[in-house]
């Protein structure tokens, strides 16, 4: 079992540009959320994703945005990105019904 | 809102020296209490689930318990392989896991 894959691992980009962040879940898993952790903090929840729609949303401006395909792989998308989104951004997959999540190793992005 | 705050911040510890990191908790419906264990620049290592109030759970030299207000890890005899930031969260009727800011343990030989 693969466990939770995140790609890529580490990412540089200009203020301004845009990112794409993928995740394969855990083989089993329909659920996928997406975590930012700034550095010294706890991961902070962004959205939800099952059955390809949005569940959830935590406090994140809609330049966050993201996507379920029909494998239960998932993208996150930042638009015009700001200096302070600089951070581990972590994908969490669980299977509907229950709570475990579990992660995977995180896409460290910096923007300059 | 669903709040999680752990404390301590930071932990220093002698080999073999226990101690517990505590974790409070404000959840609306709270349906479990999680455990992670995260290394430098990796994604969070699951531990534990508690769901109910009076639950105990072992791991090795790692004990979880739940009070309907508390959480706690006590490190038993801890070796400084147990050195990591330890994250609390809590999973409630959003169904989303809110996080405390950590307690970063470190273990000297």
């Known amino acids: 079992d693969a466990g939770v894959t995140q790609s890529p691992t580490h990412l540089i980009k200009t203020r301004g540009q845009q990112v794409t962040l993928r995740c394969s879940p855990k083989s089993g898993h329909d659920t996928v959320s997406w975590y930012q952790q700034a550095l010294g903090q706890g991961p902070q929840f962004i959205f939800q994703y099952y059955e390809e729609e949005e569940r959830q949303r935590g406090n994140f401006p809609d330049r966050f945005s993201g996507h379920q395909f029909p494998n239960y792989s998932s993208e996150l998308n930042v638009n015009a990105l700001l200096l302070g989104d600089s951070a581990l951004y972590l994908c969490a997959s669980s299977r509907t019904g229950l709570s475990e999540a579990f992660f995977g190793q995180g896409t460290r992005l910096t923007v300059v | 809102e669903d709040q999680v705050t752990q404390s301590p911040e930071a932990l220093r510890l002698q080999e073999g020296e226990s101690s517990s990191l505590n974790c409070s908790y404000t959840?609306?419906?709270?349906?479990?209490l999680f455990w992670y264990r995260q290394d430098p620049g990796k994604g969070p290592e699951f531990l534990f689930t508690l769901y109910s109030a009076g639950e105990e759970k072992e791991k090795e030299r790692l004990k979880a318990t739940l009070t309907k207000k508390e959480s706690f890890l006590h490190i038993t005899a801890p070796k400084p392989e147990d050195s990591a930031t330890y994250l609390c969260?809590?999973?409630?009727?959003?169904?989303?896991?809110?996080f405390g800011g950590g307690t970063r343990l470190m273990v000297k030989p």
């Open positions: 969260a809590g999973v409630g009727a959003g169904n989303m896991l809110t």
């Open positions: 959840v609306s419906g709270l349906r479990g």
